[in-house]
């Protein structure tokens, strides 16, 4: 049987359609292996396009993968295989074959072909149909629901990567989720380019929460990162009603100073953006909040970051996931002068990311005392860790602990950021 392995790099959706590919070359008659496996025939780079150094990292496991498996058929697949990359660059000396966003969904064809393979096998159905989820040492479920970004922000290049929008059916969904739920599945993560802007006829976002959580017996439900400006009030509504529904909200601000997001063609500003965070806070009772930051856009000066200090300051962000700004070639934000040095980037990146280390450090210590409930990841030695459903790290001791248990508890202690459950004492 054809072994296959992939590599993903990159955001969740990327990690979503993986686990599509997996299911489709499963279908198709391949056999499935580690990267690392002994014999490998196909090995296959979900790359990234996003940033610089995703783009290095899809090229460095392709070399990798070259080393491993020397006569092995290598593909890259995805964003950075669509407009980034180059078959005539040196970098891509160790790719056999670039497979960009338009193709990548007949991937079990495109290697059948190349391998001379028996076999004309594509996904079944639309791109957006075929559940990833398969149980075994995985606990939550990627599903994809959206593609696609109808907006311009200066400095990303998604919206020309992933230009098609597409939604997935709610009812085909739905069906999909109770699925996996019936195989065991206890959390679900549903994820998009711009996830805000689901639309399947009039049913968007907030429709669609609703019938997964009126699933009988059905997992809980994540959300990946949503836009502000989209449907998020609507969304932090719904969670407040349904236990259903993790209590954590991603909602990216990328600068707490007006200029900085006017010059990002970012669709709010600072003031909508705190309104949207206090009005969760009114709504939801202990909810974790992160958000996404980019240190050292161009032009932004010592007194534009200072301003975003202060909203960081005074938001109470749980989870900060900062970046340095690098242009995309092929974005607006790539022909402005750059002008932040990237000593002064990285100075301002390390400066919030010790912020956010603190933020997510007190919230933690904010849940000793509290119920929790952990999706447990990995057991060892009668030491479970997995994750609340406020997106925080937890640690449990306590008898009979099992990969993807569910453990409703209260949080006994915290430690630099993570809870700690000791004893299980529901
Ligand atoms: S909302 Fe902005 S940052 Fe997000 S994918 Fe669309 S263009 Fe990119």
Request: aromatic residues 4%; glycine residues 8%.
């Amino acid at each position: 049987m054809t072994t296959v392995a992939f590599k993903t790099v990159g955001c969740r959706m990327n990690q979503a359609e993986t686990a599509e590919f997996e299911a489709a070359f499963r279908a198709a008659g391949f056999r499935v292996v580690a990267t690392n496996s002994d014999s490998c025939d196909v090995c296959i780079i979900h790359g990234c396009a996003v940033t610089a150094a995703a783009e290095r990292e899809s090229l460095r496991h392709a070399r990798s993968m070259r080393r491993q498996h020397p006569a092995a058929l290598i593909l890259v697949a995805g964003c950075s295989a669509e407009k980034i990359l180059r078959m005539d660059d040196p970098a891509t000396a160790a790719v056999d074959r670039l497979v960009g966003q338009a193709d990548k969904h007949r991937l079990p064809a495109i290697v059948a072909q190349a391998l001379d393979l028996p076999t004309t096998a594509t996904l079944p159905g639309s791109e957006l149909t075929v559940d990833g989820w398969r149980g075994g040492r995985r606990t939550r479920a990627l599903v994809k629901v959206q593609d696609g970004c109808p907006f311009r922000c200066a400095y990303c290049i998604v919206p020309s990567l992933r230009p098609l929008q597409t939604s997935r059916p709610s009812a085909d969904i739905v069906a999909a989720v109770r699925r996996m739920s019936e195989g065991g599945c206890r959390e679900i993560v549903l994820t998009g380019a711009n996830l805000g802007c689901y639309h399947d006829q009039d049913r968007r976002l907030p429709e669609l929460l609703h019938a997964l959580a009126d699933i009988p017996d059905g997992p809980r439900i994540r959300l990946s990162s949503i836009e502000s400006s989209t449907v998020e009030t609507a969304v932090i509504e719904i969670m407040a009603e349904s236990d259903r529904i993790c209590r954590y909200l991603h909602l990216p601000m990328q600068s707490g100073d007006d200029a900085v997001l006017r010059r990002m063609g970012r669709r709010y500003t600072v003031a909508d953006y705190r309104d949207r965070i206090s009005f969760a806070c009114r709504h939801l009772d202990n909810v974790g909040l992160g958000t996404d930051i980019i240190a050292g856009f161009p032009g932004e000066t010592e007194t534009e970051f200072e301003n975003t200090v202060r909203v960081v300051e005074a938001l109470p962000f749980t989870n900060l996931h900062v970046f340095p700004f690098s242009a995309r070639p092929g974005t607006p934000a790539a022909s402005m002068a750059d002008t932040v040095p990237a000593s002064v980037k990285r100075e301002r990146v390390r400066f919030l990311n010790a912020m956010g280390a603190a933020k997510q450090a007190r919230f933690a210590m904010q849940q000793v005392g509290r119920p929790v409930t952990v999706l447990l990841e990995r057991v060892r030695r009668g030491i479970g860790s997995g994750w609340t459903g406020e997106y925080l790290p937890a640690r449990v001791t306590g008898k009979d602990l099992t990969v993807n248990q569910l453990v409703k508890a209260t949080v006994s202690d915290s430690d630099d950021g993570m809870v700690a459950i000791n004893g299980r004492n529901p």
